[in-house]
């Protein structure tokens, strides 16, 4: 996790790296910290907690300097406090560096250096780097570039970082391996950061570092990329398809539903030139391109984590009822590590919002290594899954920024559902004309979703009565399963309530023994889909006292004669429900962490994107 951002030009820092940390504080909140250079002084400040924290103490100091490096952090080694926060600066005091990632290696790596004298602050992975950076320029008598190349070459993890140099205000190096990195090119200067949004506003010029490659930004010069093999690059400079009013809150208090309610567009968006709904057509150019991959695959594998793997779940329900393909779903952190048969003839298909999950990003690296075919689903353009797949589709939600993914997981589901569609089709399993049904109903769900948004003040007002509960139990069958499961993430990643999701049925295994007047059990009971099932699951719920709160198709007695609270959703294909149905759990989720006073966009604990294991 945590966010790194760097400047170096005519400008003065201080504003534009505290602006950037503010962008990327969805990456990591628990400590922030700066470095300027100013001539020949090195100031570094830092704090624990927000970075509106770091602001309180760095505006009573020194922050001028026209480069700087700041940082936000989410704790991997040591507690989240100020002498663990980054920068952190070589022994000599000379050399400061922000990092993202892990180095594995730094236990010896820190043995080492305390035989040649060094000893440390920290407790973080991050100072042994830069002691090591500034034991090898020294005993090697090399340039900042050089140096890092050197140490580089004696790590293990994963990284980005950026060194500044005290004396030396001319000069930011960066690297990358494993975590991103993104170079800004402006008029005599240049920006770097986790990702683009710290940087839109000042230039749509970029250049995506690759991994284990080193970059020099030098006043008066243009951007010098290396390996750190030494193999000298040609920087392709790309234009950011991203803009200004995509990364602010609009007038809505929180991110989080500001993109609850821009679901209906980014589902539109997900759809624009691929669902042609005069012909009733679907076309996903990853899919032409490799057609016979996915018509002659035996299996599917879908690897992802937590709302991706929801998303992934609904795939498997969709891909195995309209393509008769056997489906896996794979938790990428078992995955990766748990010895799986992958065969060269599978298709494995990894999801992720951010594109830079560690664990999913190693799954998909295995998953290569045994020579099968992967497709990346993914939000972040560019990002370092689409970049390691052998095709793919992004999902063109825009930015996510709240930490909590909502329109990110609608989007997935969506792209999911066209490539089963699709396969469906082209592989004869799925008839044309139910196929043609279905493409045109998928046309309709944005406009039955701002229709059910338009319950929000309501979901609102019965959310109150729901803050005295310690836990909730969600409930759904079929395609809504996953929805139960992402609904209950939901609730207790903002809220910080207990919550399960179950397959309903399965609740007379055993999760009933929780059932009282004092358990709310969400159910998802739509019309379409094992209803009389779903219906028998509540009668059971009901005579133990459980509060039913219901999802149900519009114009539903049954179910809300029985329920205590229900929302009604419209009428759907069975397969499309979860894209109506985990709009109102998405609400309800909201609600609720806000009339309990949680910081709803950054939980605690939490940073949008997991690049760590
Ligand atoms: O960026 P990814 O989709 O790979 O992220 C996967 C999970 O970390 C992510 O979905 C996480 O569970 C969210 N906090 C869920 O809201």
Redesign the pocket.
């Known amino acids: 996790m945590c966010g790194i951002i760097g400047y170096i030009g005519k400008r003065q820092a201080y504003p534009i790296l505290i602006k950037g940390l503010q962008r990327l504080e969805y990456r990591g909140y628990d400590s922030a910290g700066i470095a300027l250079l100013d001539n020949d002084l090195l100031n570094v400040y830092k704090a624990k907690g927000k970075v509106s924290d770091l602001v309180r103490f760095a505006e009573q100091q020194d922050v001028n300097g026209t480069i700087g490096i700041a940082h936000t952090r989410w704790a991997t080694h040591g507690e989240p406090n100020q002498i663990n926060a980054h920068p952190h600066c070589s022994q000599s005091e000379e050399l400061a560096i922000i990092h993202n990632g892990i180095i594995e290696n730094y236990a010896v790596l820190k043995e080492s250096l305390i035989k040649h004298g060094y000893t440390f602050q920290s407790q973080t992975d991050t100072e042994v780097l830069v002691q090591l950076i500034d034991y090898v320029k020294k005993s090697n008598n090399v340039d900042l570039t050089k140096a890092v190349q050197l140490a580089l070459n004696q790590v293990v993890g994963a990284y980005a970082i950026a060194v500044i140099e005290k004396g030396n205000p001319d000069v930011i190096v960066a690297a990358r391996k494993g975590s991103p990195l993104v170079v800004g090119i402006g008029d005599g200067e240049f920006f770097l950061a986790s990702d683009a949004t710290p940087i839109v506003e000042y230039t749509n010029k970029v250049v995506y570092i690759g991994d284990e490659e080193i970059v020099t930004l030098k006043r008066g010069e243009d951007i010098k990329i290396k390996t750190i093999a030494d193999v000298v690059k040609t920087p392709e400079i790309q234009r950011l398809e991203l803009t200004l009013s995509q990364l602010e809150k609009g007038g809505y208090p929180h991110f989080m539903l500001k993109e609850i309610f821009e679901q209906p567009k980014t589902l539109s968006d997900s759809m624009r030139g691929r669902l042609n709904l005069e012909e009733k057509e679907i076309k996903l150019s990853g899919f032409i391109d490799n057609k016979e991959k996915f018509l002659n695959a035996k299996r599917i594998i879908i690897t992802?984590?937590?709302?991706?793997?929801?998303a992934g779940l609904i795939g498997k329900y969709a891909i195995e009822e309209f393509c008769r393909i056997p489906v896996e779903v794979e938790y990428?952190s078992e995955f990766r590590y748990r010895k799986p048969v992958i065969h060269g003839d599978d298709l494995v298909i990894a999801?992720?919002?951010?594109?830079?999950?560690a664990?999913?990003l190693a799954a998909v690296e295995l998953a290569k290594s045994h020579g099968a075919f992967i497709f990346g689903i993914?939000?972040?353009v560019g990002s370092s899954?689409p970049r390691n797949t052998n095709s793919g589709c992004y999902t063109h939600a825009g930015p996510e920024i709240g930490?909590?993914?909502?329109k990110?997981?609608t989007a997935?589901v969506t792209v999911l559902t066209m490539l089963a569609l699709l396969i469906g089709k082209e592989k004869g399993t799925l008839s044309v004309e139910r196929y043609k049904e279905i493409v045109s109903e998928l046309g309709n769900i944005p406009q039955k979703m701002r229709s059910l948004l338009d319950q929000n003040d309501m979901i609102a007002q019965f959310a109150k009565t729901f803050t005295y509960a310690q836990n909730f139990i969600y409930l759904g069958r079929g395609y809504n399963y996953p929805v139960a499961l992402e609904g209950a993430?939901?609730l207790k990643?903002i809220s910080y309530i207990h919550a399960e999701g179950y397959p309903a049925a399965e609740m007379k295994h055993g999760p009933i023994a929780l059932i009282s007047q004092e358990m709310p059990v969400v159910v998802i009971a739509p019309s379409a889909g094992m209803y009389e099932k779903v219906v028998s699951n509540i009668q059971e719920i009901k005579a133990r006292k459980g509060r039913i709160i219901s999802i149900v198709t519009e114009g539903d007695t049954v179910v809300t004669n029985l329920s205590d609270y229900y929302i009604s959703i419209p009428d759907t294909e069975e397969c499309l429900v979860p894209l109506l149905a985990a709009i109102p759990l998405q609400l309800m989720a909201y609600h609720i962490a806000v009339v309990k006073g949680c910081n709803v966009d950054q939980?605690r604990n939490?940073a949008?994107?997991?690049t760590v294991e």
């Not at 992802?304 to 929801?310: D, E, I, R």
């Not at 999801?351 to 830079?356: K, R």
């Not at 930490?403 to 909502?406: P, Q």
């Open positions: 992802a984590c937590g709302t991706s793997w929801h990428s999801i992720s919002q951010s594109g830079e999950t664990d999913t993914c939000n972040v899954i930490v909590a993914s909502t990110a997981f997935q993430l939901k990643e939980p939490l949008k994107s997991v």
